[in-house]
């Protein structure tokens, strides 16, 4: 699913509530002969609705957001606040039955279902939420994933610290190994390097079935400043035994979000319709970083990459070891990938499109293959001139 972004601003213009999310429909509706089940997404035409939503006031009332969408469907989220916590206390759906593009065959009416959720975040810290969340309501079910909201705000734009959401927080029992090098001023490549990490099989399922399939060994690293005015850089090779994998898609966007300890890597790929090709478009990091460093928490983020293309029914496959760069000081490194996104049969690969460097080793191969038998070509041209010419200074007698 891809997430639309929404705003609620007060009279004056000033933004009180933020919210990017996407969001799927499960609805179990009423026609004449039976029920039926209708499923659907928040839309691309979907918007803040100016009636009844509110920045809230003081003591008074609490911020609300509604987004409307279709035809007459709606979600709404009435936020409430502690001294030290903020979250989303309801989560209300209203959907009209008389959108018969949406409900065929509906017997009509507008029905609306509510629940309380667990949407919760510490004061001036954004909520952030890459994992789906399902919430079940009466004949209705939601679910949420790709979420980052904030009420409450204190500058009138995101915070740039986060709280995560429950399942999107490292296991407790994941050991993190990471080492770490000391470079003299500058950042420096470790003399040795590291052990290549070893292969791991990750996979995202949506509603029409498997739609990222993912083997691959995964290295992170990064650079970064110590306290003392050095430089470290830590070296972390996934565990696949130790990495939990989730992730979501629709039908030209899918999210691949992999947690080891306190490293989380989100692969964001895209599907060009035009072209029809799929690719890597973006990756995402967050990771602590050792107690020497200056700063302790490292976000880091690129959305303009153009990486693992492949025709859509097809697989990008490179042995190389393959470096994505995702700001001057991070860079993720994989090893033996093969990967594939949206259009996939029985859970497989499909056909194999392999990278440059691979096909670049092939041509060493080729032209010494060439020069060997070019060699040998002009041996024996040579031997046979040769062999003619000692038969010509013979006479018959």
């Not at 049969?345 to 990278?355: H, L, S, Y």
């Amino acid at each position: 699913m891809s997430s639309s972004a929404f705003e609620v601003k007060d009279q004056s213009g000033k933004i009180c509530i933020i919210a990017n999310l996407s969001a799927s429909f499960s609805v179990k509706y009423p026609t004449k002969s039976q029920y039926k089940v209708a499923n659907f997404t928040l839309g691309h035409n979907a918007h803040v609705l100016e009636k009844g939503s509110t920045c809230g006031t003081e003591n008074a009332s609490t911020p609300v957001l509604v987004i409307g969408f279709g035809e007459g469907h709606s979600l709404k989220m009435n936020f409430t606040k502690t001294s030290e916590q903020y979250g989303v206390d309801t989560l209300m759906f209203r959907y009209n039955l008389s959108d018969t593009a949406t409900f065929p065959n509906s017997t009509g009416g507008e029905k609306e279902v509510s629940q309380k959720t667990d949407i919760l975040a510490e004061i001036d810290t954004r909520y952030r939420c890459f994992s789906t969340n399902q919430i079940n309501m009466l004949n209705v079910t939601i679910t949420l994933s790709n979420v980052t909201l904030q009420a409450y705000l204190m500058n009138h734009t995101l915070s740039k610290n986060e709280t995560l959401c429950k399942k999107d927080l490292p296991l407790s029992t994941t050991a993190v190994t990471t080492t770490t090098r000391q470079a003299p001023t500058t950042s420096q490549a470790p003399t040795s390097p590291p052990q290549n990490p070893t292969i791991g099989k990750y996979n995202v399922t949506g509603r029409n079935g498997t739609c990222v399939l993912a083997n691959m060994g995964l290295q992170l690293n990064v650079t970064y400043s110590r306290k003392d005015g050095k430089t470290g850089l830590v070296v972390l090779n996934f565990d696949p035994v130790n990495t939990s994998f989730s992730g979501s898609c629709d039908n030209s966007s899918a999210f691949l979000n992999l947690i080891f300890g306190k490293t989380r890597l989100v692969f964001h790929f895209l599907l060009n319709t035009s072209t029809d090709k799929f690719f890597l478009q973006g990756v995402i990091v967050n990771t602590t970083l050792p107690s020497e460093a200056k700063e302790p928490k490292l976000d880091a983020f690129n959305n303009s990459m153009s990486e693992l293309r492949a025709t859509v029914g097809n697989s990008y496959k490179c042995n190389k070891e393959e470096k994505l760069w995702v700001t001057d000081q991070v860079f993720v490194n994989l090893f033996s990938v093969q990967v594939q996104a949206f259009k996939i049969d029985g859970n497989k690969f499909g056909t194999v499109e392999e990278c440059q460097q691979d096909g670049d080793n092939m041509v060493i191969p080729i032209i010494v293959g060439a020069a060997l038998a070019g060699l040998v070509l002009i041996v024996l041209i040579a031997y046979l001139i040769g062999r003619k010419r000692s038969h010509a200074g013979y006479q018959t007698i």
